[in-house]
């Protein structure tokens, strides 16, 4: 059994940073992949950035530049540095970890005023 839980979100106004973390709990493999989806009002979820052990994060075309993914397996977190936010931006922002099932979090606000 896998637990994510996420915190970091909140209002900032366009151009700010927040930075999200993802606290991970359980059967977690350093070896798997670990990212980030958001869904914004009545859009559909979608993909954010992912990050494993082994390779080069990756990134959405909408945030590459601006967002940053992480991870410390040591502690099992993720983390999404975001720089330069966009109102089109928020949403709520979702950590994800696939290992034989889906795992998901709660999800967290992030909320960018123009």
């Known amino acids: 059994q896998v637990q994510l839980v996420e915190s970091g979100g909140g209002l900032v106004q366009a151009g700010g940073s927040l930075r999200l973390s993802c606290a991970a709990s359980?059967?977690?493999?350093?070896?798997?992949?670990m990212d980030w989806y958001r869904q914004a009002p009545g859009k559909q979820r979608e993909f954010v950035a992912s990050i494993t052990s082994g390779g080069p994060p990756n990134y959405a075309n909408s945030v590459k530049g601006r967002f940053t993914i992480s991870r410390d397996n040591a502690k099992n977190m993720l983390y999404l540095q975001m720089n330069s936010l966009k109102p089109e931006d928020t949403a709520v922002y979702y950590c994800?970890?696939?290992?034989?099932?889906?795992?998901w979090g709660q999800g967290t606000q992030v909320t960018v005023s123009s």
């Open positions: 359980g059967s977690i493999s350093s070896n798997n992949l």
């Open positions: 994800h970890y696939i290992r034989i099932y889906d795992y």
